[in-house]
């Protein structure tokens, strides 16, 4: 895993330089994330805030951000890099494992439509959680429509296959952090 | 090697899809992906499949049940499409709110796309997009507007842009976000003031301790009036008494602000809560009091004028208590609520710019507010002089002043005039219009008519600042001169410049900042919203938001920024320069170079044919012997002329060329030429 992962980190680190012409997509920033995923999954008065997810304070700037003071507001640390990488995954992953802990004792507020879906994807790795609706409904729930259908059906298969016999705890959460990382999600469209 | 942009969650090979086709292999490695989502998508891949095996995936089954409630048809790509333009939109026109279960998509998916998207307008969350994109294309926008229920501070703070985004929900005037003056919004009153309560004031909640410094004024003031009630004192004792009590404003004003925050203090200060009713008192004052002897000083004057001062302060305290938390939150744009400002002693109407502008907007003694000026070209003109400076005056004959030219006019000439209506604002945009002496926020001062002089008309220019909006100083006949910030906003609403630069902005905060725009496809926008606002300004608003939702650019996944997606109507693209520079070329040098055969230098800049060769694409251009010139030479004269100061050999010839397309133009010619050049050398 941190093997992979630091590739990953090498691979994006070396990106910027290369393909200077055509960086034009940026994070969307923490905010407008926390925005979107509260108003899929949080009832309306009890909003998600990924910042409360960041693994130390004042970390949110850091992952594209319109907040200044003093000065015109210009849209910074949006272009990934290896830095505001790492924070991302380490926020989502804090993310990913209370949606996955959820399973058992709720760890974040839910709508009721959500925590429906939830509950049938936290009966796997039973036939009944790999069902196609079921998984496609939790993808939704999270990701909405920004992806391709292609992204679902490969996020689809790869934990119908990968994760054929983990628990529900663990694949929920590495269910969520996966789309919570795509790049459809991270990214401003 | 996989397909940019297909899924790939780990290494496979020859996987097959749930569909049937071939699952995308992906070996990783820099050649795989085009940009920086790819490597995002590649961390994300790496992450998420850190800890996989090779397993294969089994056959599925359906559990009955949840298959009636799907929530889209998976064999339909053009419903997943047209949801995810819903989804967008509904993201885009409330104010960041996608769709949610409250929402019924497969009821939306019935309507057409414009209807789709006046319901979402006609949502109360809308005003939320139009104040975060006013805020956008004032160069202020925040992160967030709200926080839970209520809305962040700093969204009250450029009361235009309120202004502006509750009259497009009520079917008013868009175009109010250019009156530089206007209402004032004062944002609810903070829990917190900037320092916490402290000795006496201990204990007390924020609510507790405004009250408690508003009771102090009342009652300095009070005790000033009793004294002149009743048996008549001597003048001369009064006089003294209501002096000292003048000279401790400073005081009591320092006093009363510590139950507030810098942004609400920064309010007071400029609408002159407190020291506006002192002032009108030190005026009866001075009348009374100055020189008089003793019996001829008119006591109940003074009275009556500590007794107005001290109403007018009940009064705005009054307003201002209509702002506690307890009283006013708004839960939507729509409720925001104007500050009374007839409370106050003369602030008629509130300068736009708010708490964060007048820090970020800062002037000195020196600049002569050209960060002002720099400002309002670029955010209301789309005129970035920092990123393109614009065209000097007309070439000069001499060396200096050809030097000067290059060096500095080509900026002054557009800024200063600009920087002249500001010309009475120092610090924090303090009006200082009548007063003597002017203060700057670097803290220095200076003697006011001295400082303005240097936006004084020399005599006979029929005119008395040189003030203004200057569109080139190489042909001044467009220049809109005038005087005050209220002669600004109306130059600014009348300037088909800044209502392009609405449209630009607009495409810019519904699409990307970066991407590309046909200057065609924007002028065909530009004159339908122009059309359109002077009818109904917030009409044109909503109609310029829906065409830019139904644009391709607005559609694509995967934007090129520096490819042009939508064209004005007519025009094809393949057969025409590239976007980025074929409008410039229209508007500029298609007037003389429209033929190869008989146009000005054997060159048709309308055209974009095969190169000798092939491989590349140029403009017809003839030499002397009727032969086509090659791209490398044609690319060469075009930016050799456009650079070239002789006025004989600069290109517009005798005409005028705006700065930014001018550098758009010239670097587009040099980068072509970098790159035939390197696919030369290969």
């Known amino acids: 895993m941190r093997r992979l992962f630091a590739l990953a980190l090498f691979v994006m680190a070396a990106a910027p330089a290369a393909q200077a012409e055509v960086l034009s997509s940026q994070f969307k920033g923490l905010a407008a994330a926390s925005r979107e995923i509260s108003r899929r999954i949080a009832p309306g008065d009890s909003p998600i805030e990924l910042g409360k997810y960041l693994p130390a304070e004042d970390l949110e700037r850091l992952l594209g951000s319109w907040a200044g003071f003093g000065n015109e507001h210009n849209f910074r640390n949006g272009v990934p890099n290896a830095l505001n990488m790492v924070i991302w995954h380490a926020t989502l992953s804090r993310f990913a494992a209370a949606v996955g802990e959820s399973c058992a004792t709720p760890r974040l507020p839910m709508q009721a439509r959500f925590r429906a879906t939830l509950k049938k994807v936290c009966a796997w790795p039973a036939e009944s959680a790999r069902d196609e609706a079921v998984l496609q409904a939790f993808w939704l729930a999270l990701m909405g429509y920004q992806a391709p259908e292609a992204e679902y059906a490969a996020w689809r298969d790869f934990f119908r296959s990968a994760y054929a016999a983990k628990p529900a705890a663990e694949t929920v959460a590495a269910m969520t952090l996966a789309i919570a990382m795509n790049p459809y999600f991270l990214l401003h469209q | 090697m996989g397909t940019a942009g297909e899924p790939c969650y780990r290494e496979m090979q020859g996987s097959v899809r749930a569909d049937g086709r071939r699952f995308v292999t992906c070996g990783g490695g820099r050649g795989l992906f085009g940009s920086a989502r790819r490597w995002a998508l590649a961390a994300a891949a790496a992450l998420g499949a850190a800890s996989a095996s090779l397993t294969p995936a089994p056959a599925q089954q359906r559990s009955a049940g949840i298959e009636d409630a799907r929530p889209f048809p998976t064999a339909n790509p053009d419903g997943w499409a047209k949801r995810r333009w819903i989804e967008k939109t509904a993201r885009l026109l409330r104010g960041g709110e996608g769709l949610g279960p409250d929402d019924d998509v497969d009821s939306l998916m019935t309507l057409p796309e414009d209807e789709i998207a006046r319901r979402f307008m006609r949502d109360a969350r809308f005003g939320d997009m139009v104040l975060d994109f006013n805020l956008f294309m004032l160069g202020f926008k925040p992160d967030r507007l709200r926080n839970g229920s209520g809305y962040e501070r700093t969204a009250f703070d450029f009361s235009n842009a309120i202004a502006s985004a509750q009259a497009v929900l009520a079917g008013g005037d868009y175009l109010k976000l250019f009156d530089l003056r206007g209402p004032l919004y004062l944002a609810p009153l903070s829990d917190e003031p900037e320092d916490p309560p402290a000795g006496a004031d201990a204990g007390l909640t924020s609510p507790q301790l405004r009250l408690k410094v508003m009771a102090e004024v009342r009652a300095a003031f009070a005790a000033v009036i009793a004294r002149g009630k009743g048996a008549r004192p001597n003048g001369d004792w009064y006089c003294s008494l209501v002096g000292k009590f003048l000279e401790r404003r400073d005081d009591i004003a320092s006093r009363f602000v510590r139950a507030f925050n810098d942004a609400e203090v920064f309010v ?415």
Not at chain 2, 350 to 374: P, V
């Open chain 2, 268 to 682: 007071f200060t400029r609408v002159q809560l407190i020291q506006g009713p002192f002032a009108a008192v030190a005026s009866v004052h001075a009348e009374e009091c100055d020189g008089q002897p003793e019996q001829w000083v008119e006591i109940p004057l003074i009275v009556g004028a500590l007794e107005t001062a001290l109403y007018r302060l009940d009064r705005a305290f009054a307003e201002i208590l209509k702002h506690e938390p307890a009283a006013y939150r708004p839960r939507s744009l729509a409720e925001f609520r104007p500050f009374d400002l007839t409370a106050l002693i003369d602030t008629h109407a509130w300068l736009a710019f708010g708490h964060e502008q007048s820090i970020a907007l800062g002037n000195s003694s020196t600049n002569f507010n050209r960060k002002r000026a720099a400002y309002v070209l670029k955010r209301f003109f789309c005129d970035d002089i920092v990123a393109s400076p614009p065209e000097p005056p007309a070439p000069a004959r001499s060396h200096a002043q050809a030097k000067a030219e290059n060096t500095c006019i080509a900026c002054h000439a557009k800024l200063d005039p600009m920087a002249g209506f500001f010309r009475g604002h120092g610090a924090y945009f303090f009006d200082y219009g009548r007063m003597s002496a002017i203060v700057f926020d670097d803290l220095s001062t200076a003697e006011r008519t001295k400082y303005e002089a240097a936006w004084r008309a020399q005599p006979g220019a029929n005119r008395e600042w040189n003030v203004g909006y200057v569109r080139s100083a190489a042909t001044p006949d467009g220049t809109a001169f005038g005087n005050t910030v209220e002669d600004l906003s109306r130059i600014i609403r009348a300037a088909p410049e800044a209502k392009r630069c609405v449209v630009r902005r607009l495409f810019e905060y519904m699409v990307a900042p970066d991407q590309m725009i046909d200057s065609g496809w924007l002028d065909h926008l530009t004159q339908a919203f122009e059309r359109e606002a002077a009818v109904d300004s917030g009409e044109a608003f909503r109609n310029a938001v829906l065409r830019i939702a139904q644009s391709r650019a607005y559609r694509e996944r995967d934007l090129a920024p520096r490819q042009c997606y939508d064209f004005a109507p007519g025009t094809n693209p393949g057969d025409a320069p590239p976007c980025r520079i074929a409008h410039v070329l229209k508007k500029n040098c298609m007037s003389c170079h429209d033929s190869a055969q008989d146009g000005d230098g054997n060159l048709d800049l309308g055209r974009w044919i095969a190169a000798p060769g092939g491989r590349e694409r140029t403009f017809p251009h003839l030499d002397k012997f009727w032969d086509q010139v090659r791209p490398e030479e044609t690319l060469a004269k075009i930016a050799e002329r456009l650079a070239a100061r002789d006025p004989e050999l600069r290109m517009p010839k005798n005409r005028l060329m705006r700065a930014d397309e001018r550098d758009e133009l010239m670097q587009w010619a040099q980068q072509e030429l970098v790159r035939l050049r390197q696919r030369g050398e290969r």
